[in-house]
């Protein structure tokens, strides 16, 4: 077998399950240890769309059009070598104070105390500017120093004329490169290759 046929996660199918529902921020994945790679975002940004469309699956993560939808760090296998772990949304309107209290213990100790945590997919609405939600998960992001990738989502809904200037009225709100950001739609599928590539060279 040449070195160009040699299996690679990169190649070929890569199959994905529900693992577990995790509601404590240190709780283990049962099953063997393996890097975790985090999609996290306001509710409703498009989290578990995103990972049904990059795992290639239609309904494996729970969508709504409800926010708040995702309320435990839910565990899915992506071929043999990750995890991937749809983190619960921020900011959804309805949220109680005990709700949101809830979720700033669950998912800022999830990003803080994490060692399997190998990258965040940071998730951002291309139409929308970041909340005040937004620039705090950024902040916890680089103070952790984790590395994290700005996927820009719902690019359908924008324009392409309009695109360049809110991307970069995203980018700056957060202080992000324009170039670090990846533009995405779960609808149209574009970024979805790369984001994909992206992914996969987390764990390189
Ligand atoms: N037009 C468009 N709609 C999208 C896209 N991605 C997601 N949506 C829609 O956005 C809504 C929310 O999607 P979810 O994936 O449930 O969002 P989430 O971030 O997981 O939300 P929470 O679980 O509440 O945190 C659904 O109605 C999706 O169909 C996209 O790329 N384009
Ligand atoms: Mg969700």
Redesign the pocket.
Known sequence: MTAEEAPSPARGLLLSAYVTSLVRPDAPVPGPVRPEIALV?R????????LNRLVGRRALAR???T????RALNVFTWGEHLYLVDV??YG?AQASRGDRAGYRKLVEGYLSGRPQLAAVLWLLDLRRDPSPDDAEIGEVLAARGIPALAVL??A??VPRALRPSRLRAVALALGLEEDACLVT???TLEGMEELRDSVLAFLA
């Open positions: 975002g509710s409703n940004v498009g989290k578990s769309t995103l969508t709504s059009r926010p708040g939808k995702t619960p949304g959804w989502t719902k359908d809904q739609s779960a609808r």
